[in-house]
Structures are given as C-alpha cells and as structure tokens.
C-alpha cells in the first residue's frame, strides 16, 4: 500500500514568490493534517481536514497561509507571498477515521521550503 | 511551560546498553500517547503507542503514569540502528502536540 507523499521534496524560492505544496494521503484516509518543523523547534501543528472539511486550523502562522482539500483527496498548501521565517520542513499525515481520539497518524517524507 | 517536554540529549551509549527516555505533558486530558521515531532528515515514524497498562515490544518497553502526567521508553540492548530521535507525541483532542525530541547516537 502507498504511504502518504508530498510533492515537491524541496523547494527554493525568494522572499515574496508563491510557493505550493503538495499532499496526497493514503488512500481511503479521511483525516489529512500538515504539520511544520522550523529550525531547532519542534514539530508544529498546523491544521486538519476531515475529508474536505477543515476541522482545525487553529496552528495556521497567518493569512498568507492557505490550504485546501477539494474532493477530499489530495490537499495543498499555498503559501502567499512567502517570507523568510517560513523556511522548514512541512509534513503531511494522514489516519483512519476509526471513531478514537487521536488514531495513529501516519507522515509523508516532508517538503523542506527555503525561502531566500 | 511547554505542552509536551522532553530532555533533548544527545545520549550517546553504548552498543548493548540500557536507556531510558522521559516525556512530561500539560494536558490532564489527552488520551493518547505516542513514540515517533525521526531519522535525519526523514519523516516521524510511529515507534509504538503508549497504553495505560505498559506495553513492550521486543527490546521496547513504553509505561504512561497519568497521575504524574508522564510518559517513557526503555530501550534494551542498544543496536547501532537505534541511533535517532525520539518524539514523544501527545493528543491534544484530534491532534497531535510534539515534544522537541531527544536524540540519541549508539557507539560501536
């Protein structure tokens, strides 16, 4: 079975350029999240859709950050205009919806974005 | 006070050594409680969830004490392949809060 993959691996742009990334969960998952690691912190919540519905995105930084999940299949985020501090590692995982809080989530290899 | 803390290390042991890790969290109501494994520069990878009881899995052993809000990994007879970092991993509703990760390298 196919994990979760993320697209592209890398990704380098300058200050002020667009930049999206790709998610697309296993399949059959309906719990999508993102997830960012910056520079010497920890892993940091960003968001969640449950099918294409945003659960949660209480973690997102700011307006510049915008994701969706059309048809509750892949998801992007969009990142408008980009800034330095937005340099890191995004992850995308995904779980099951088995009816228990906090199911197992599973983690796609990660973006990392640098911004110049 | 940060929502899931842990020591960051490194730990350097080794090979065949016993080693312990700790992880302390804020919220009285989580409920579930996980060990991620990272790689550098790889993605987390679940190591094994945490149960009330205790639970082992081969040369890991995993207790959760709610009472003190704490939660650990035991790991016996250290391989060189153990060299990681280890995340512990809070709910926090349907999501999951991280702590910064303890790095651990195992000598030859």
């Known amino acids: 079975e196919a994990g979760v993959t993320q697209f592209p691996s890398h990704s380098v742009i300058e200050k002020g350029q667009t930049v999206t990334l790709r998610c697309d969960p296993i399949s059959g998952h309906d719990n999508l999240y993102w997830y960012r690691r910056v520079m010497g912190k920890e892993i940091k919540f960003l968001l969640h859709f449950v099918k294409e519905s945003k659960q949660d995105e209480s973690g997102m930084p700011n307006n510049r950050f915008l994701a969706e999940r059309t048809g509750g299949t892949y998801s992007t985020l969009k990142v408008q205009p980009a800034e330095l501090e937005d340099s890191g590692v995004y992850f995308c995982?995904?779980?099951?919806?088995?009816?228990?809080?906090?199911?197992?989530?599973?983690f796609g290899p990660g973006t990392r974005l640098t911004v110049l | 006070r940060k929502e899931v803390e842990q020591d960051p290390g490194p730990f350097n042991v080794p090979e065949g050594a016993t080693v312990a890790f700790n992880c302390t969290y804020s919220n009285s109501a989580s409920q579930s409680f996980f060990w991620y494994r990272q790689d550098c520069r790889k993605e987390p990878k679940l190591l094994m969830s945490v149960y009330s009881s205790g639970n082992e899995d081969g040369r890991f052993t995993a207790q959760l004490n709610r009472a003190s809000q704490y939660i650990s990994l035991l790991i016996r007879d250290s391989k060189l392949s153990d060299s990681a970092t280890y995340l512990c991993?809070?709910?926090?509703?349907?999501?999951?809060?991280f702590g910064p990760g303890t790095r651990l390298s195992v000598l030859p």
């Open positions: 995982a995904s779980s099951q919806d088995l009816g228990r809080v906090g199911d197992e989530q599973f």
């Open positions: 991993v809070v709910n926090y509703g349907q999501n999951f809060v």
